[in-house]
């Protein structure tokens, strides 16, 4: 079945950066594009990049970039989303899911909480 | 790129139907048929009801249907259940090759 793993909760200082992978498996690891959604708390979705596994290209919402990277390992079939000059407004759940249709997402990660606090 | 807008809550009976709007820009809702619906409950991860406006994946409920006029699409929810209650968010592709949320609606079954 497919799944998609994330990485575990971060607590981060304000300035640094965040590291979160995402392991996806039940499916052949370069047919579909990965996005990264997130979530404060008691928020709405905010999309925030895609990428595909195959290539390596990736895209980000304009307000994150410049601080915000997706790279992947094709090796060990995993996505990861590194976010940098964390500030409070940063503190949420930060979803990988799978790019299904043309422009849908199917199986969502678990979610990984990054909080940041000084 | 700004939040698609819809109103923050919607309710109705069991056994009604209700709609949630989605309205956006040419430059998204408008510029392709590519809005897609998401259920939420609390603390869980989001579900696909619809894809591409009017789409529904295997084993999401008839009750479920989209539409879109312009820049502006509508999940109808028919023969409301206890279910159903929950967060729904709209997403559109956008034509800088990004996408955009819905500001959220939440649904109450009365």
């Known amino acids: 079945q497919v799944q998609l793993v994330q990485s575990g909760a971060e607590v981060k200082d304000p300035g640094a950066s965040v590291k979160v992978s995402c392991k996806p498996s039940?499916?052949?690891?370069?047919?579909?594009?990965i996005h990264w959604v997130r979530q404060a708390p008691g928020q709405g979705l905010e999309w925030m990049s895609w990428i595909i596994p195959n290539s390596g290209d990736s895209k980000c919402a304009q307000r994150f970039q410049g601080r915000l990277t997706m790279t992947r390992d094709t090796s060990i079939s995993t996505i990861y989303m590194e976010l940098s000059g964390l500030t409070s407004d940063d503190t949420a759940i930060y979803y990988c899911t799978r790019g299904k249709y043309r422009y849908a997402y199917d199986y969502w990660g678990q979610g990984t909480l990054v909080t940041v606090s000084s | 790129q700004s939040a698609l807008t819809q109103p923050a809550s919607v309710s109705g009976s069991p056994g009604q139907s209700i709609a949630i709007s989605c309205t956006g820009t040419?430059?998204?809702?408008?510029?392709?048929?590519?809005v897609s619906w998401y259920q939420q409950h609390p603390g869980k991860a989001p579900t696909l009801m619809i894809h591409?406006?009017?789409n529904r994946p295997s084993g999401v409920s008839d009750r479920f249907s989209g539409s879109k006029s312009g820049n502006t699409a509508s999940l109808t929810i028919s023969g409301l259940q206890a279910e159903d209650e929950g967060d729904y968010y709209c997403t559109s592709y956008t034509t800088i090759k990004t996408y955009v949320f819905g500001t959220g609606t939440k649904v109450t079954v009365l």
């Open positions: 040419s430059n998204d809702v408008g510029g392709s048929n590519s």
């Open positions: 039940g499916y052949t690891f370069t047919d579909h594009y």
């Open positions: 591409e406006v009017n």
